[in-house]
């Protein structure tokens, strides 16, 4: 029996797998994970590795292969932990080991820790005014002067001490070694929040938080490990009920995670975390310069971070204990790597809960499908808030008909009705969020007059504008002529979608001079605190109208915003792919709730081509479950994930012909996998962007109702390419489920 090991795995070098043998005394007390001893290099000098894989033959003269030493005497330790959970990603999602380690294990680069240094006088005040006459006598000046102001005040600062008595590191070192004084040395590791602990207010739970909480509390001390889907509409309290859950965890020696969805929300969540549990408290995203990375790294490896907060890589915090794994927003397609491996945080993060024994929490007031499902099939346990904390109403939402004011003869982007509610909210001194719905623009063509938009007649997804007047799908190829005019009502009126958040910050500004606009978006937050900036300014009341796009409706709270305008709402609703509905409902659901938060109430105005479509009703509704029942018919009856799963194969190279020629081979080899029919095969097809740095691209689409007839597909696909040279010059990925087709 031999094992394929990974040396060093901190190391740069990580692409180079070691093949040994297992001794008999070994035999079944190895793991994928696990750390080991080997004999390493020439010299055979003993080395620390991890067990990636098994096999029962060997590529190389087994007379040549080295034997396991034996194991670490801390073989679990976290590296081994989090190396298992890269086996695991490697296997669900495809792609190499190496690029699953290098995700889970960001290569370390050594960082200098930073250090206050203290200066302590040794000596008396008797002692010290002696040894300073000697000085004095041999005409010592700098010796006596360090001296001399050590005697005025025995401990100081290094760096202010020779600032101020202009004395050199050399003397300080001379009167160490003479035991005239020491330098005492402190690692000063960053916290990149500006910390201020709050003094803790005493938390009043709703009936139902306090339901959750309890629920949560009762299995964790029962030692049941789950996952819970915390249901609660914009405005519950789950941030409190998260907290709570999280401190309870913290209290029996744990850690915990929580993930957010973007950088934008990292202020405002820490900050209340940074209330609760102070210092304990920190951060991880791409944000953090090297330094300060390194520093958080530290602090954990020393057990002084028991929370860790942070964007999707954050779920691979190399904590010891894990307790609790919670994702905030966990609808958001940002949890969905668009790397290989394109892992999904949810289900990576409930892999890993269910390796190292820690429980998952979901939080969304609009869950992703995906989730509700298995809550609903009883994978997930489900908790639901249904009412705002503070007993506030929800927001009233009005929709507007976009056609009817082209009719009216408004062109602008602005409804008569919003410019009028603005206005009204302006003389009352209260704040007004815009939100532009950019998510989907690219693509889909649609008509101002009718509303209606060009849509494969095979797939119900929105066909996509290509160069040279085509418009395609992007999940079985069907292919059409751009047209100058609306097949529905003969209108000119008809394209794509233009409009930008600058353009919209420049329109605000021409109506409403008197106001003060702040834009949110990636254009304004490229510095490095250009959210906190933004959000900071927005919240202390320095503008009154804030322009953003999707960023700036998810987990934000400001009371005094009552008005919340959604421009263009069917940007999303018909972009190229089967999660256009769902992912409109959220966004403008998520919107809404950022109005009426304080006691003043809200209003909400959604403005749309297609104000009849069950999304943009149900949204106006805030009418969740009625939304999911006729989406997940509309997923069953299509086939789409979750009731059936999908496995994207991305192919991409230089040549245009032989990519085709060779997705076409591929296709044909996954065909004659399928002789069971377990499997429906789709394409290959031209995705939204055909080519990208020079390279072409083609897409296959593979469907089934059980998700490991696609992981059987996929690791005999990968066989299939490997063995053959074809194959060499072209980049292939797999993608499950994915959440776009760009």
């Known amino acids: ?60 003269d087994p007379a040549k292969i080295k034997e396991i030493t034996g194991k670490a005497e801390e073989s679990m330790a976290i590296e081994g932990k989090l190396v298992a959970l890269a086996a695991w990603m490697k296997e669900h999602y495809g792609g190499t080991m190496i690029q699953a380690l290098k995700t889970v294990l960001p290569v370390k680069k050594k960082e200098k820790i930073r250090q206050k240094r203290t200066v302590h006088l040794l000596l008396d005040e008797e002692a010290g005014k002696r040894q300073l006459d000697i000085y004095l006598h041999k005409n010592q000046k700098a010796r006596a002067r360090l001296l001399a102001g050590l005697l005025d005040q025995p401990v100081q600062e290094y760096e202010l001490l020779t600032k101020k008595l202009n004395v050199t590191g050399t003397v300080i070192r001379t009167l160490e070694e003479q035991k005239i004084l020491t330098v005492e040395y402190e690692d000063m590791l960053r916290n990149p929040v500006d910390y201020q602990k709050k003094t803790g207010k005493q938390i009043v739970y709703t009936e139902e938080q306090e339901r959750a909480i309890r629920t949560f509390v009762q299995d964790y001390q029962a030692g049941k490990r789950k996952t819970y889907l915390l249901y609660g509409i914009t405005g519950s309290g789950k941030t409190e009920v998260y907290m709570e859950m999280i401190e309870q965890v913290v209290k029996m020696g744990k850690q915990a995670i929580v993930l957010i969805p973007e950088i934008a929300l990292t202020y405002q969540t820490v900050m209340r975390f940074y ?24 602090r954990i490896r020393r057990g002084e971070v028991d929370v860790m907060i942070g964007p999707r890589s954050a779920l691979f915090t190399p904590f010891s204990d894990l307790g609790l794994i919670v994702i905030d927003e966990e609808q958001e397609s940002a949890y969905k790597s668009e790397q290989v491996p394109r892992y999904h945080a949810r289900e990576t993060a409930v892999a890993r809960a269910t390796m190292e024994g820690a429980s998952v929490v979901l939080g969304s007031a609009t869950p992703s499908v995906d989730a509700y499902f ?6 997930y346990t489900l908790l639901e808030l249904t009412r705002r904390a503070k007993g506030q109403n929800l927001a ?55 509303g209606y938009v060009v849509k494969c007649p095979h797939c119900d997804v929105s066909l996509s504008a290509h160069r040279g007047g085509k418009l395609v799908c992007h999940y079985c190829g069907y292919e059409t002529k751009q047209m100058n005019r609306c097949p529905e009502c003969g209108s000119g009126y008809i394209g794509g979608f233009k409009a930008g958040t600058q353009q919209i910050e420049e329109l605000i500004k021409r109506m409403f001079p ?17 959210h906190e900036k933004i959000l900071a300014a927005f919240a202390n009341h320095e503008a009154d109208i804030l322009i953003g796009t999707q960023m700036i409706v998810k987990g934000h709270d400001f009371p005094e915003v009552t008005l919340v305008g959604v421009l263009a709402a069917d940007l999303s609703l018909y972009s190229n792919d089967y999660q256009s509905a769902e992912r409109t409902f959220q966004l403008l659901t998520q919107a809404a709730g950022r109005a009426g ?76 996998l399928n002789r069971q029919k377990k499997l429906a095969i789709i394409g290959p097809t031209a995705p939204f962007i055909e080519k990208v740095n020079d390279r072409y691209r083609q897409l296959i689409y593979i469907k089934s109702e059980e998700y490991k007839f696609l992981i059987e597909a996929k690791d005999l696909m990968e066989q299939y390419i490997e063995m053959n040279s074809g194959f060499r010059s072209l980049r292939i990925q797999f993608d499950f489920n994915p959440m776009s087709t760009m």
């Open 374 to 379: 298995k809550a609903k099939q009883g994978e």
């Open 275 to 298: 209330g609760r549990f102070g210092d304990r408290v920190s951060i991880l995203n791409s944000r953090l310069s090297p330094g300060e990375r390194f520093d958080q790294l530290e």
């Open 514 to 530: 008197q106001a003060g606009v702040l834009r949110m978006d990636l254009d304004t937050t490229k510095s490095k605190d250009g």
């Open 597 to 672: 938060r304080g006691s003043a109430g809200g209003e909400v105005v959604i403005q749309t081509y297609s104000p009849e479509h069950y999304s943009i009703q149900r949204a106006a509704a805030q009418d969740y479950d009625g939304f999911y029942e006729e989406e997940i018919n509309y997923r069953s009856l299509m086939g789409y994930p979750p009731v059936h799963q999908l496995l994207a194969v991305w192919m991409s190279g230089n040549e245009e012909e032989h990519l085709k020629k060779a997705a076409g081979y591929l296709k044909e080899f996954t065909e004659r």
């Open 396 to 450: 009233n939402v009005y929709t507007v008909d976009m056609r009817e004011e082209l009719k009216k003869g408004n062109r602008s982007i602005i409804s008569d009705r919003l410019k009028e509610l603005i206005e009204d909210r302006l003389q009352k001194h209260q704040q007004i969020m815009l939100f532009l719905n950019r998510r989907g623009y690219a693509g889909f063509v649609s008509c101002r007059s009718c």
């Open 1 to 60: 029996m031999y094992a394929d090991i990974i040396i060093d795995i901190t190391h740069e070098k990580l692409d180079k797998v070691f093949q040994y043998s297992i001794p008999s005394r070994l035999e079944g007390m190895l793991e994928v994970g696990t750390e080991v001893v080997v004999p390493f290099g020439r010299s055979n000098k003993e080395t620390h590795g991890y067990v990636i894989a098994f096999s029962e033959k060997t590529d190389y």
